[in-house]
């Protein structure tokens, strides 16, 4: 999703890269489980977060709250999400004049079920949910509730996923220089998959000469 798209997995890699890149060969990839309260909690810390509306009939903000029992399954996964909107505006036509209905704030919540597909080259996960169930809060703004969950529904939205920032570990003599770049996403029960290359390099320490000083 585009709110994602500062969103890095680095921290997830970190801690786990010092002992599955130096077992690795290079160029190889090494594999890392994510468990799904992992992945409920880094989503727990993400949000709230905006979203772009992308409609000519919608005005206003409309921003992700939460989403609440997270379910991994065989590649897919499911959840309930809500979200609230404010200074929505709905936009109609009516004679080939353009009006606005102000409607105000507006929480709804769904629960979806979505499936990814992970493009390596351009390292973007993209999610694409689909709508099970829609709730509104306010039965007099179901209309725009529909509207906007139609923006969610059935779309795909890209979520950056960043190489990991190179991570230095000294060994005595040289230092290392490991950074790993994902190359596959895949959702298990209960489990994110990700398979990573890690690109390993070494420099040579810098050694100072300190001289004694003459009495």
């Not at 996923?161 to 570990?169: E, G, H, I, T």
């Not at 950074?179 to 100072?208: C, D, F, Y």
Request: proline letters at 5%; charged letters at 20%; glycine letters at 6%.
């Amino acid at each position: 999703m585009h709110y994602l798209r500062n969103f890095t997995i680095s921290f997830l890699l970190l801690f786990l890269t010092f002992s599955t890149a130096l077992n690795a060969s290079a160029g190889k990839p090494v594999s890392i489980i994510l468990p799904d309260s992992l992945i409920q909690d880094i989503i727990q810390k993400a949000l709230p977060a905006n979203v772009p509306i992308q409609a000519k009939a919608i005005l206003g903000s409309v921003s992700v709250d939460g989403i609440k029992n997270l379910t991994l399954n065989k590649d897919r996964l499911s959840g309930h999400v809500t979200l609230s909107g404010h200074d929505l505006n709905l936009v109609t036509n009516i004679a080939g004049h353009k009006l606005r209905m102000k409607i105000g704030s507006l929480t709804m919540g769904f629960q979806c079920d979505a499936t990814v597909r992970f493009d390596a080259k351009s390292q973007i996960l993209y999610i694409k949910p689909v709508i099970t169930d829609l709730q509104s809060t306010d039965k007099a703004k179901a209309e725009i509730a529909s509207l906007i969950a139609q923006l969610f529904n059935n779309r795909e939205f890209p979520m950056q996923l960043n190489k990991l920032k190179p991570f230095s570990a000294d060994t005595g003599e040289k230092t290392l220089h490991i950074t790993m770049r994902v190359s596959g996403v895949s959702i298990h029960p209960g489990e994110v998959h990700l398979q990573a290359i890690p690109t390993i390099n070494s420099s040579p320490k810098a050694h100072s000469n300190k001289k004694g000083a003459n009495r």
